[in-house]
């Protein structure tokens, strides 16, 4: 949250402003890891009318990509780069999701990955 907040102040894009770093980054750390979760229990064990949970979980996702965007920069009136914040947010949102579902320590996590190397190669 410091970087994007960094970002906000320094770098002078119209639609990078600390209010919507805040907004979507409280969002993000909120949403994005229970929607990560949603998903692969969905996909896991398709429990009856998965494909729903998938299709509510990704709703979600886009209000705190999109719909929080296009809300705050009307609201206050500043230029919108719709299509460039997607590609930038996107991403983000999912892989800040998929750091905060881990559950365990970072060292946890680099053994995990090692030993999930080994068993692939």
Do not use: Q
């Not at 909120?30 to 729903?52: G, M, S």
């Not at 230029?79 to 914040?85: A, L, P």
């Amino acid at each position: 949250m410091c970087w994007l907040l960094y970002g906000a102040v320094t770098f002078g894009i119209a639609d990078w402003d600390a209010g919507i770093t805040l907004i979507m980054g409280i969002l993000t750390y909120v949403c994005a890891p229970w929607i990560l979760r949603v998903v692969l229990l969905a996909l896991r064990e398709r429990p009856p009318y998965w494909y729903l949970w998938i299709v509510a979980a990704l709703a979600v996702a886009w209000v705190v990509i999109d719909g929080v965007y296009v809300l705050y920069h009307t609201t206050v009136g500043n230029r919108m780069f719709r299509e460039d914040n997607f590609y930038a947010s996107c991403p983000i949102y999912f892989l800040a999701g998929a750091f905060w579902l881990y559950r365990g320590s970072v060292k946890d996590f680099l053994a995990d990955a090692r030993a999930s190397f080994r068993r692939a190669a």
